[in-house]
């Protein structure tokens, strides 16, 4: 997997990045497809100057309903549709999104013409596709807001063929089976156990893109032990009380929160847009003071999980 920042600032966008949308391409499955994490104003555009194709769009996931993370969509959908593009797509999000979608499609005489779902999500498991389980957490924001982890599945090991051979079992169709780990009979009726034969399976990846929030206990069980975890860092350190009034962190809240909950990295994101890249390298340099393994998200920067 990996994730490629098509906006990281918070609130309005600057001259130099865009509102927030975060794209994930799923190197796990079979069309490689993506997944849009929030889809601030002119994610469009964002998509255009960037290598990802609207056409391998399959799910977009909104974190909460602030007009910097939604105001993107009604423009992304359509001129997805006016493409020409008719794979499916599924937008999840809070309670609402559904009549925002629909009544921004409706009032400006806005049709899509792909099969469009909209699933309003609680906390807990949101979906799983048989490659990756996402399910979502409450963050501690000023509206209903969620965190999402996307924990990939464990992948089996690999079918030792030569022990196979050696307690003669042929190949045949069934070894696909096998390498699934389940428990077959060969047409002489014997009953060979699958799992039996596979070496060590391999951990999936996993990681959390935090929505908005200041700091909050869940996040230690959100970011528990994340290859890569994706937190907001609004402010500076010495504006806490701005930050936490608002519903946001700052560079020290977002490094600790990582540091206590064991993830392995950290790409700090959600920038006022008060700062320049320049004044950037001072946020980074808070969080990297708690957190040492923590990167900035610049827009159209790529990061593998």
Not at 102 to 123: D, G, N
Not at 221 to 234: F, K, P, R, W
Not at 249 to 271: D, P
């Given at each position: 997997?990996?994730?490629?920042?098509?906006?990281?600032?918070?609130?309005?966008?600057?001259?130099?990045?865009?509102?927030?949308?975060?794209?994930?391409?799923l190197c796990n499955s079979?069309?490689?497809?993506?997944?849009?994490?929030?889809?601030?104003?002119?994610?469009?555009?964002?998509?255009?100057?960037?290598?990802?194709?609207?056409?391998?769009?399959?799910?977009?996931?909104?974190?909460?309903?602030?007009?910097?993370?939604?105001?993107?969509?009604?423009?992304?959908?359509?001129?997805?549709?006016?493409?020409?593009?008719?794979?499916?797509?599924?937008?999840?999000?809070?309670?609402?999104?559904?009549?925002?979608?629909?009544?921004?499609?409706?009032?400006?005489?806005?049709?899509?013409?792909?099969?469009?779902?909209?699933?309003?999500?609680?906390?807990?498991?949101?979906?799983?596709?048989?490659?990756?389980?996402?399910?979502?957490?409450?963050?501690?924001?000023?509206?209903?807001?969620?965190?999402?982890?996307?924990?990939?599945?464990?992948?089996?090991?690999?079918?030792?063929?030569?022990?196979?051979?050696?307690?003669?079992?042929?190949?045949?169709?069934?070894?696909?089976?096998?390498?699934?780990?389940?428990?077959?009979?060969?047409?002489?009726?014997?009953?060979?156990?699958?799992?039996?034969?596979?070496?060590?399976?391999?951990?999936?990846?996993?990681?959390?893109?935090?929505?908005?929030?200041?700091?909050?206990?869940?996040?230690?069980?959100?970011?528990?032990?994340?290859?890569?975890?994706?937190?907001?860092?609004?402010?500076?350190?010495?504006?806490?009380?701005?930050?936490?009034?608002?519903?946001?962190?700052?560079?020290?809240?977002a490094a600790t929160a990582?540091?206590?909950?064991?993830?392995?990295?950290?790409?700090?994101?959600?920038?006022?847009?008060?700062?320049?890249?320049?004044?950037?390298?001072?946020?980074?340099?808070?969080?990297?003071?708690?957190?040492?393994?923590?990167?900035?998200?610049?827009?159209?920067?790529?990061?593998?999980?």
């Amino acid at each position: 997997m990996h994730l490629t920042f098509l906006g990281t600032c918070a609130g309005t966008p600057s001259l130099q990045r865009n509102v927030t949308a975060i794209a994930l391409t799923l190197c796990n499955s079979r069309s490689g497809g993506t997944w849009l994490f929030d889809c601030g104003e002119g994610t469009q555009h964002q998509f255009m100057r960037s290598p990802l194709k609207p056409g391998r769009l399959e799910k977009i996931f909104i974190t909460h309903l602030h007009g910097d993370h939604i105001f993107g969509l009604p423009g992304l959908l359509t001129s997805r549709s006016m493409g020409g593009i008719t794979e499916p797509l599924t937008v999840y999000g809070p309670k609402g999104i559904r009549a925002f979608i629909e009544t921004s499609l409706t009032l400006s005489s806005s049709f899509v013409t792909f099969p469009l779902e909209i699933v309003e999500i609680a906390a807990g498991e949101v979906c799983d596709d048989g490659k990756n389980r996402v399910t979502a957490w409450p963050m501690n924001h000023v509206v209903e807001c969620y965190g999402y982890r996307v924990q990939a599945h464990d992948k089996p090991g690999y079918l030792d063929g030569e022990r196979l051979k050696a307690d003669g079992v042929p190949r045949g169709p069934w070894f696909q089976q096998l390498k699934r780990g389940e428990t077959v009979t060969l047409p002489d009726g014997r009953v060979v156990d699958g799992s039996a034969y596979l070496g060590p399976s391999t951990k999936g990846k996993s990681l959390a893109i935090f929505g908005d929030t200041a700091p909050t206990p869940v996040s230690d069980l959100l970011a528990d032990g994340v290859d890569l975890m994706v937190h907001e860092t609004t402010l500076e350190a010495a504006m806490a009380e701005k930050a936490n009034g608002r519903g946001h962190s700052t560079t020290v809240q977002a490094a600790t929160a990582a540091r206590l909950a064991g993830a392995k990295r950290l790409i700090a994101t959600h920038f006022s847009s008060r700062y320049s890249f320049a004044e950037c390298e001072k946020l980074l340099a808070e969080c990297r003071a708690i957190f040492p393994n923590t990167e900035l998200a610049r827009d159209f920067a790529v990061f593998e999980v």
